[in-house]
């Protein structure tokens, strides 16, 4: 069983979204090429990518919630959900069998489901103060993370996608050095994908700048040993490659692990002209579709978009 923990307030948010607020942004540089871009027409935001059915993406307006949907293949994009006033959109996952989508809600300390048949809200869930940073799906449920606390949150999903009651939600306390303190204004658990089958948690930490093996029965904690991944944000897993988006750095770094998950190496580092603080990916065959969120540019920016590059795989 599951070890649960009380829900704790946790306050400072303008301290945790600094992160999202810095003052310089470094150029990144230019080492693929055939990259191109595809404009979020009328977002005011961006954060989270998630690979839909086929060549679909979709695509959140953070500050909004709202979600788009885009196509590679066509390079164009709308806005496809309107999201309820108040809500965010930062990570996201689709389960295309079931037509859902699932983002986790920011600052809301929420988590959300659409049905991106009927484009409509599903359920909402309340999952703990801080902020609800990523989603990942297994064959039984669906995984949060929140930037503010060490824990995680589980929401189980049937194979033929019915979900669960508020009151079956779990929240998972991370022990060990993922699960110690935070410093002020720095973010915790960012990324999070699943190894295994769902069997092991892979959870990016942007204060320690690493990644960790999550135990989803007992929520002990493992560093992976490796370099340090500095701006480590959204993470996407397949088999023993995992793509680190290290968003401050405009790149993505292509890491190989180790068979036991207890190491892992840096074979690529992709960067791209067109990357400006890339947050999220989703991989189409040998394409990577990264979102640009643009955080702490002043003038504001009035244009955000997803950037395909090679994958690397």
């Known amino acids: 069983m599951r070890k649960t923990v009380r829900r704790r307030a946790v306050g400072g948010f303008i301290a945790l979204l600094a992160l999202l607020l810095p003052t310089a942004v470094p150029a990144g540089a230019s080492t693929s090429s055939g990259d191109h871009v595809i404009v979020l027409r009328g977002a005011g935001s961006a954060e989270g990518i998630a690979a839909g059915e086929g060549t679909t993406f979709y695509a959140g307006e953070l500050l909004t919630g709202d979600i788009f949907r885009g196509d590679i293949r066509d390079g164009k994009a709308k806005r496809f959900i309107d999201a309820p006033e108040g809500r965010m959109a930062v990570g996201m996952k689709a389960d295309t069998r079931n037509d859902l989508l699932f983002v986790a809600g920011g600052t809301s300390g929420k988590a959300y489901v659409y049905d991106t048949d009927t484009r409509k809200p599903v359920k909402e869930y309340d999952l703990a103060p801080g902020f609800i940073n990523d989603v990942t799906l297994t064959r039984d449920g669906a995984w949060f993370t929140n930037s503010a606390a060490p824990e995680l949150y589980f929401l189980p999903v049937s194979g033929r996608g019915e979900l669960g009651k508020a009151a079956d939600v779990e ?143």
């Not at 993505?252 to 690529?268: A, E, G, H, P, Q």
């Not at 603080?277 to 990264?290: K, M």
């Open 171 to 313: 929240t998972l306390e991370v022990g060990g050095e993922a699960g110690r303190p935070l410093q002020p204004g720095q973010f915790g658990f960012n990324g999070i994908a699943a190894a295994g089958d769902g069997d092991v948690l892979i959870v990016a930490h942007t204060q320690n700048q690493a990644l960790y093996t999550v135990d989803p029965g007992t929520g002990k904690s493992k560093r992976i040993k490796g370099p340090d991944l500095k701006f480590i944000d959204g993470i996407l897993v397949k088999d023993r490659t995992v793509w680190a988006v290290q968003n401050m750095a405009n790149q993505v770094s292509r890491l190989k692990l180790s068979s036991d998950l207890t190491s892992f190496r840096v074979k690529d580092v992709i960067t791209s002209k067109h990357f400006n603080v890339p947050t999220t990916v989703a991989r189409f065959g040998d394409t990577l579709a990264a979102v640009n969120a643009k955080f702490g540019q002043q003038p504001p920016p009035t244009r955000y978009e997803v950037v395909l590059v090679p994958a690397w795989d």
